[in-house]
């Protein structure tokens, strides 16, 4: 799948308070490496939507993760960075985007164009 299952835990909850009151209870146990939030995880739930680049547009599965959620999961970046911890410009602007869509929209270098899904992003990975 790309990403490592093992020791791996998700939850659904209601909201962001629920979220960080959660985390924080988790913080206490010493043998959790990492926690992070998200608003689907991978192979679970997600928005499907269009995503235009040069004149073309596709559909693709689109995940709203904090900053610590590709590390947390073990997922590997190819090139680029991660999402910054208190980036705003991250948060509102950025986007990690995966080689399948790479491919599918036939970018030969993907690193610092611009992407729209509802406004403009830069791709940072």
Known sequence: MGFNKSGLIFTYLNNRSEYETYRNALMENPGIISIAGSEHHINSSYINDPIKYDGKEIEVD??????????????????????????ETDRKESVIVTEEFVGKLGMKEALGKEVIWMARLSIIS
Request: glycine residues 8%; without cysteine.
């Open 62 to 87: 689109i995940m709203n993760v904090d900053h610590d959620y590709i590390q947390t999961v073990g997922l590997t970046l190819l090139e680029g960075q991660d999402f910054k911890k208190d980036s």
